[in-house]
């Protein structure tokens, strides 16, 4: 099946830096990667989608100057949560998916989860 | 090594019950999560299961047996809206979510 990985696994930084978070499709060209939000035990929070080569596509309430994204080629897209703070701390889950027949189908990555000291 | 299992699609009638298995293999574990997605939407957060055991909450139930390495998501009383793709997904020892590729359940009036 599709492959989708994550990385780092996890991070631990200081307020106020900024953490990149990497998401590769490892065995296919994904046209359509999500960027999730999770808190413990809860729904996946929808932070963007976005295209390759195209700008991403933000959820009401989510500040696109503070959540960098960008999708430069099929196979990577890449978060960065700038200027980190304590409430930024969150398990990050990115998607890939395709375009076409197989729209409605999302592989998901493992997670990284971010602790902002 | 790790893996995780479920049907890609199932069919069912509207009022009836459904039973959607996963089957996972992995050295460590931290917990199984059923969620429900539709298309286009963020996946929502159904179930969590870390002990053996049924666990019902309302219509869903959902069920876990580490030693067996199996899990299901039990649906009571189907409605047109439970259509969807359910997602099982367990925590490894790292607490890295491994998921399965999703089962489509397709409901018939």
């Known amino acids: 099946g599709a492959v989708v990985s994550q990385h780092p696994s996890w991070v631990i930084c200081k307020s106020g830096t900024s953490v990149k978070i990497e998401c590769r499709s490892l065995?296919?060209?994904?046209?359509?990667m999500f960027w999730y939000r999770q808190f413990p035990k809860q729904s996946l929070m929808l932070m963007a989608t976005s295209n390759e080569g195209s700008k991403a596509t933000y959820e009401q309430g989510v500040e696109k100057d503070k959540f960098l994204i960008n999708h430069a080629s099929l196979t990577l897209s890449t978060l960065t949560v700038t200027s980190a703070h304590p409430e930024d701390s969150s398990f990050y889950i990115c998607?890939?998916?395709?375009?076409?027949?197989?729209?409605?189908?999302?592989?998901f990555g493992p997670g990284t989860r971010l602790t902002v000291l | 090594g790790q893996n995780i299992d479920q049907p890609t699609e199932m069919t069912a009638t509207e009022g009836a019950i459904v039973q959607i298995n996963c089957t996972y293999q992995t050295s460590g574990f931290n917990g199984l999560f059923w969620y429900q997605q539709h298309a286009g939407e963020a996946p929502t957060f159904l179930s969590y299961n870390v002990l053996d055991g049924l666990e019902e909450k309302g219509r869903f139930s959902s069920f876990l047996s580490r030693s067996k390495g199996y899990s299901y998501l039990l649906l009571k009383e189907l409605q047109m809206k439970d259509s969807a793709s359910y997602l099982c997904a367990f925590m490894d020892s790292n607490y890295q979510l491994i998921w399965g590729a999703g089962t489509k359940l397709i409901i018939k009036p």
């Open positions: 065995d296919f060209q994904a046209t359509t």
């Open positions: 998607s890939a998916g395709f375009a076409g027949r197989e729209a409605d189908t999302q592989y």
